[in-house]
Structures are given as structure tokens and as C-alpha cells.
């Protein structure tokens, strides 16, 4: 494999190539350097600040240069992960986080676009693409959050329609291996969640107006997440009490973001507070009961949970669709039965 890495300083260069065996053939260059760009490659490292907007502007000519390059791996400082949304808009297909490990590294690299770069009617780029614009408008969600700033919930409802009509089109099995494949952390369940209640929706028959309900609320529901500190957040293993209680405080801190923001209706605000609640009552925020909880929030609840078992994370094998769906018909009392049984076609089968 030819791998051709753009980075700001040598010493990144050296940890990136480090990461290779004897068997890549490995080009590198500074930015701004195009003295040294290869022709052609299979795949382009990019390490650079992307903050800075000197950066942007080169690496757009970077990035024009390298536009038939099946994957476009950027690698973002844990910092500046908001900046995903940069990434994206620059032609990433992947978005690794600093310290690059070499199994996200591989997987990267050899999990995608095998071949060629995926033509423009191709289904896979098709759902490439959807994933890919779900991530931008994710992170540019994340990021108003994090600065106070109010979300564009219309942009996020459009992405999540495209996520919906793509998993009409090509299926649900189809969706959950793209995002795996291209997707890390937050922005991965996101995307998953998404397509599993957009999946639910479908099944269920939904009319279009409730299946926007559902799909849009599952696209904001964890959005709190912007206020939790990375190091929660993206604690490999298990948390202690207090970083769960921490963690807890995510659905309040999503309704008091979306609270009065155009386009954001009621029913996404009780789904973004709510999609902990349990009918037992054993949930939070609120411990409502089961007379308080809404069929979009029982619906998006069966469909997070889902979503969060069959993730793949660094740390954590994903657990089988299977299996996950066998853990969701163990939370009697907890789920409403008749969902969690109409669930089982799009767990098992969709
Ligand atoms: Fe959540
Ligand atoms: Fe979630």
C-alpha cells in the first residue's frame, strides 16, 4: 500500500510512520511542501492543526491535489475533535483522534473504499455520504453546544432524512458496517442511533411526519454529551460513581441547549431530556413512570440502547446484533414489551 502523509512538523511524520511495517511504501511531506506530493496513492495521512486557518487554505490545495485518493485518513488532536466537522468538509472519509493507535490506524486504511473511489451513484458511497454529512452536521451540533452557541436543527433534520431514506433504500445491515467502518466514539452512536430508530420507524410503519419525529429526535437525543468532559466521556471501561453521575447530567444539559431553539419542537425536547427514563421508573433525569413516557422516547430508548451495545469502540469488542437484542428482551419491566418484539425483525434481520 502506498500511504502518503501531509503533517506539520517531522516529528509527527516520524510517530506516523512508525506506525507502518516494511511492507507500505511511506511518502511524506510538510505542508506547504508540494515538491514532494506523490501522483497517485491509496491513501493520504493528514496531521495538521486544523484551527489554524493558513492550514485550511493549504490543505484545501492539498486536497484538490489528492481528490482521487480512496481514503483521507485526518488525525485531530483530542483538543480540537470538534474541529471533525473541518475534517469532513476538507474530504476526510476517516477522523482519528491523537494519540493515533496502530488498530484504528489499520482498520482505517484497509477498511475502506478496497478498491477505487466509489462513484457518485455507487450505493456504498451513497451511504458513505450520508454517514459522512451526519458526522458534519454532528460535530457542528457539538461544537454550538460546547460554545453556547444555538444549534441548526434544520441542517441536522435534513441529514437525518438522508440517513432515514438511505436505510429505506439499501437497508439497515448496509448503514450499521458503513458508520462502523468510517466512524469513531460520540459521533459514531449518533449516526447508529439514527439509522436504528430511522430503521424502527419503517417498520413500524410510521407515517412519514411521526418517522421524522423519531429519526430527528434520535439525531439530537445525546447532544448533552457537548458538555461532558472527553476524559468521562471517553473513558475506556468502566466509570466510577462520580463520572457516572457526571455522565447523568448529559439528557438535562441537551434540553437546556435545544430549549427555545427554532425548529426544535416539543416532542425533541422530551425525547432529548427522556431517553433514560425506564417505565419501572428506575431511569433519570426524572424517574418518570411509564404514563409519562411518550412512544417516540420508547422507541428512541430501545433503539440507544441497541445502538450503544453493538458500537464499536477501541476498548470494547461490539457485541452481536443477536446478543444485543437477547439484552434488550432481558429489560422487562424496563422496555415496552410489544416494541421490543416488533424490534426483533430490525435487530435480526433488517
Ligand atoms: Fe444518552
Ligand atoms: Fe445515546
Redesign the pocket.
Known sequence: MLVHIVAEDQNRISELRALFGSQDRITSALLNDESSVPKECDAMIVAVDLRNADNIAALKEVSAAFKNTPRKIFVIDQKVRLFAAQAYALGATHVLFHPVYQPSLLAALNGAGKSNVVSEDDDQGGARRAASEGAVSLASMFSAVSSGQQVDAAAAKHAAGRISDMIAEDGFSHWLETVRRHHEGTYQHCLLVTGTAAAFGLNLGLAKADLERVYSAAMF??VG?AKIPLAILDKPGRLDDRERAVIET??AAGYDALKGTRGISSEILDAVRH??EYLDGSGYPDALCAAGISDIVRILTIS?IFSALIEDRRYKAPTSRAEAYEILCGMRGKLEGPLVVAFKEVALNR
Request: glycine letters at 0%; zero cysteines.
Open positions: 437525543h445525546d454529551k448529559h439528557p431517553h433514560h440507544d
